[in-house]
């Protein structure tokens, strides 16, 4: 089975400054999806930023950006210029690429406060 | 076009009472997926749908959960005899046909307070 672990329940970060979300995953797969979705008090996930497996050029997304390390299973999320609209519960998720059903596993969260 | 939307936002029942949420998701999507989202448990699949089974493929297999599509784009999750433990918020997530980005977009959710 696959399990999705983010070690840090909470972080926070100055506005403007860099932070970076851990996680890792364990899988057997070789080929799949992982995305971090941030999820503000309205409690919608939003998608940040996806990564397919087999490219092993990390995504990016305007100030948001990965750290995708296949072979260590690790897959961080670096924000950059920190707003305070970034504050949020960020997950990290794994999906298996299937033509569809294949379900989302999520890490436990790790929630972002952003200082003034 | 809209989201997926979910309703009530909040419910409160009394402990034995059935429940049920709707999920109204994106025109064209054909997978519907209900999530149980708690603090101590994070969030784990109930079951999904695919559009042409109006009944649930189970994640989580329980007697008292189960899912049906009425409609294609619509998917009521029924919990009957709620317990203590079913308060969560429960999240609906659909994918499109085709589904090459992997991409789940999810509803706001409906809170569920069991007294």
């Known amino acids: 089975a696959q399990t999705v672990t983010q070690s840090q329940p909470e972080m926070s970060v100055q506005e403007a400054e860099t932070v970076t979300l851990s996680c890792t995953y364990d899988t057997s797969e070789s080929d799949y999806y992982l995305f971090w979705y941030k999820q503000p008090p309205s409690r919608q996930m939003i998608l940040v930023i996806r990564q397919e497996a087999y490219k092993q050029q990390n995504a990016t997304e305007n100030r948001f950006s990965v750290n995708f390390q296949k072979a260590a299973k690790s897959f961080s999320l670096k924000i950059s210029d920190s707003q305070l609209g970034d504050a949020a519960m960020y997950f990290c998720a794994y999906r298996r690429r299937e033509t569809s059903g294949s379900r989302l596993t999520f890490g436990e969260g790790t929630q972002l406060t952003v200082n003034p | 076009g809209a989201g997926v939307s979910q309703s009530p936002r909040y419910k409160v029942a009394k402990r034995g009472r059935d429940v049920a949420l709707r999920c109204d998701s994106i025109s064209g999507h054909v997978t519907l997926y209900w999530y149980r989202q708690t603090l101590g448990q994070g969030s784990e699949v109930l079951t999904y749908?695919?559009?042409?089974?109006?009944?649930?493929k189970s994640g989580r297999p329980s007697g008292r959960f189960s899912a049906e599509r009425p409609e294609r784009s619509v998917s009521t999750l029924k919990i009957q005899r709620t317990e203590q433990g079913d308060s969560a918020v429960y999240l609906c997530?659909?994918?499109?046909?085709?589904?090459?980005?992997?991409?789940?977009?999810f509803g706001e959710g409906s809170r569920l307070t069991v007294l």
């Open positions: 997530a659909s994918s499109p046909r085709g589904d090459n980005t992997g991409e789940l977009f």
């Open positions: 749908s695919q559009s042409d089974a109006q009944r649930d």
